[in-house]
């Protein structure tokens, strides 16, 4: 239960020690509504349950660095870093943090803070794959196409499912800020690692679309829609390949 209905709530409630544990109660309720929303709602959503979190306890690292992850995916990189600036200062040793520190530094063009922050998060937990493939990220719009490589190598043999993966989210990013050459290249990564992700051919095939390759677009909304869908996004994509599909083959 949202926060913000407490107060038509309260106003039923009979006075006395009996209303007191009820809004306890429901006080309870709404702070654990906001902690699941902050971690893993939408963006909009996670930063207003985060923001009722920090505002009774500020250093609650936690909501600090999920409210950080959710300006990022807002394109807000100035108030992110804020928000993993401050969770940093408190728990300077997370690894995690560092990483999305790097994230939002390598999509703000920061691109040598961004392979600080990730070569920080590696020298504290080397697993991280993410880790290892932002900082390829990182190195290659540098203009380091070496470096870059050995690091995506790293990544791709620790794990090629989460590289593919990643490429994928990447190049839906890429996208949303209409870059459409890059978002392509990261499609292309991810249809090569992992061919039979639906939704690398429905997201490279919006690319093309964008561009006005109709042809390559039509090829890849195709093959989008004949493969099987598993998941509630994957369906949504399908859907609308299938009507942009039906646009372009009317053209």
């Known amino acids: 239960m949202p926060l913000g209905r407490l107060k038509g709530l309260a106003a039923i409630v009979p006075a006395g020690a009996g209303a007191a544990i009820v809004l306890a109660a429901l006080t309870v309720a709404a702070a654990a509504d906001d902690r699941g929303d902050c971690a ?5 959503l996670r ?24 300006y990022r995916l807002l394109g807000r990189y100035d108030e992110a870093l804020a928000d993993l600036d401050k969770a940093l200062r408190i728990n300077p040793d997370s690894a995690g943090l560092y990483m999305e520190r790097g994230l939002v530094r390598d999509a703000a063009g920061d691109h040598d803070h961004a392979v600080a922050d ?17 900082r390829a990220m ?9 470096l870059a490589a050995k690091d995506l190598a790293t990544a791709v043999q620790r794990n090629r499912t989460m590289v593919a993966a990643l ?15 890059g978002a392509r290249a990261a499609f292309d ?5 992992g061919p039979g992700w639906l939704s690398a051919y429905c997201g490279r095939a919006a690319s093309y679309e964008e561009t006005g390759d109709a042809d390559r677009a039509v090829a890849d909304y195709k093959k989008c829609l004949a493969l099987k869908a598993t998941t509630a996004l994957e369906i949504e994509r399908q859907q609308a390949a299938r009507e942009r599909l039906a646009r372009l083959e009317r053209r």
Request: proline letters at 3%; a positive charge.
């Open 40 to 44: 893993t709602g939408g963006p909009a």
């Open 47 to 70: 930063v207003a349950a985060c923001t009722r979190l920090l505002q009774a306890a500020p250093a609650d690292v936690n909501a600090l660095g999920n409210r950080g992850v959710a």
């Open 118 to 134: 990730f070569s920080a998060a590696i020298a504290r937990n080397a697993t991280l794959v993410q880790a290892w493939f932002g």
């Open 138 to 146: 990182a190195y290659d719009a540098a203009g380091h196409h070496d």
């Open 167 to 181: 490429y994928m989210e990447r190049g839906y990013a890429l996208h949303e800020r209409r870059q459409f050459a």
């Open 189 to 193: 990564q991810a249809i090569a690692l």
